[in-house]
């Protein structure tokens, strides 16, 4: 269960299919969307859709919890998995009000890190609550563990990380340079007018504040280097999250600043770049992070939460300090001048990937756990 479909179709991509084929009934839930043909065609799952909403509203979120109460009790399952704030406190509790045995939430990027006032107030309550419902709380990173702990102070009986962390684990073959994408990245070069010898900095992700994109720029206006590019793929939230008017017009006018917009298939675009820059101030386990790895991209990242378990400073990347524009550009301009360092780093950031996250090891993990659960309730062991 989660509260918009595209978390399903996208950030659970396979593992539902994989749990099918190894003797899992597996049902979905979430808000209606254009996604969940896609996902249902895909993953063969039976999906249910539910009024959930992203937005704090008591009325239409009370009349959610009924329906999602009304939906258990007609498919009487053995466990309740969910991701996502607003389907982990609704689905936590009613599966509880129902009586489902085994309620698992998982936790990824957690939006009350970087809240201030009475939003801070609400989502602290709102994440206490889950973890009070559920059964098993699952952190997809070991940092993230140890902050619930710290800050919420759950049971920690109740808490712990699947594997080496990550909520779906990465492709590795699908996120592996090639013949054909090393083509695609030099046609995307072309496109942008960048030479052989530019060296390129891509960012992948939503271009709003709490990614960091106001350092990133301001990071790299600061450089004035003819022969350095950034690349930035994703979409601005300018009713939610707007970055800076600065910010947006810099881009827009910068030369070597490039944004591509939302790209369905980002490899094109990995293949185009040599530095991956992440300066996000908050994540779970960021996708984009592996899949840089495994274009063997030495990454740049903040001292967050999963992203330092990814990367290994002085080893397949570097770390700064979240919100601090000079470390940001010492980095950039550190592997910007490198290349022997970049090719280094480079050459190890796809083997640590496929050792720890690839998809079939976390899907595997994920799996075992269900079995240990569905073995404490009694059930038939699946395959």
């Not at 801070?120 to 309550?125: A, T, V």
């Not at 495994?294 to 903040?302: D, G, K, Q």
């Amino acid at each position: 269960m989660t509260t918009v479909p595209i978390s399903l179709n996208i950030l659970l991509k396979g593992q539902l299919k994989f749990m099918r084929e190894h003797g899992l009934e597996v049902i979905t839930a979430s808000a209606p969307g254009p996604e969940v043909e896609e996902l249902v065609n895909r993953e063969g799952v039976n999906h249910y859709p539910l009024p959930f909403t992203r937005i704090i509203s008591p009325w239409r979120d009370l009349v959610c919890l009924i329906n999602t109460i009304r939906l258990i009790r007609h498919i009487k399952p053995d466990i309740i998995h969910t991701h996502t704030p607003k389907a982990g406190l609704i689905g936590m509790l009613a599966s509880w009000y129902v009586g489902v045995p085994h309620r698992l939430h998982t936790v990824a990027g957690m939006p009350l890190m970087e809240a201030n006032g009475i939003s801070k107030i609400i989502l602290r309550c709102t994440e206490k609550l889950t973890y009070r419902f559920a059964t098993q709380v699952y952190p997809n990173s070991r940092n993230l563990e140890k902050w619930i702990n710290t800050h919420l102070k759950p049971d920690k009986s109740k808490v712990k990380v699947i594997g080496s962390g990550s909520s779906n684990g990465i492709d590795t073959e699908h996120f592996n340079s090639n013949t054909d994408l090393i083509a695609k990245g030099v046609r995307v070069r072309n496109e942008l007018n960048i030479k052989t010898y530019d060296v390129v900095y891509v960012f992948v992700g939503r271009l709003v504040h709490d990614k960091g994109i106001s350092e990133l720029v301001k990071a790299f206006s600061i450089i004035k280097d003819k022969q350095l590019h950034l690349l930035l793929l994703g979409e601005y939230e300018n009713e939610r999250e707007p970055v800076e008017k600065g910010i947006k017009d810099h881009i827009e006018t910068d030369k070597q600043i490039h944004a591509v917009g939302f790209k369905t298939d980002i490899r094109p675009f990995l293949a185009a770049a040599d530095i991956f820059v992440f300066p996000s101030y908050r994540e779970g386990f960021p996708n984009v992070v592996m899949q840089a790895g495994c274009f063997n991209l030495p990454c740049i990242v903040t001292d967050i939460n999963g992203s330092n378990e990814i990367i290994k400073d002085g080893y397949n990347g570097l770390i700064v300090s979240p919100k601090e524009v000079e470390e940001l550009r010492a980095a950039m301009m550190k592997l910007g001048n490198d290349s022997m360092l970049r090719k280094r780093m480079g050459q190890v950031a796809r083997k640590q990937i496929v050792s720890n996250y690839d998809q079939q090891i976390v899907w595997k993990a994920i799996l075992k756990e269900y079995k240990r659960l569905l073995i404490l309730h009694g059930v038939q062991r699946p395959n």
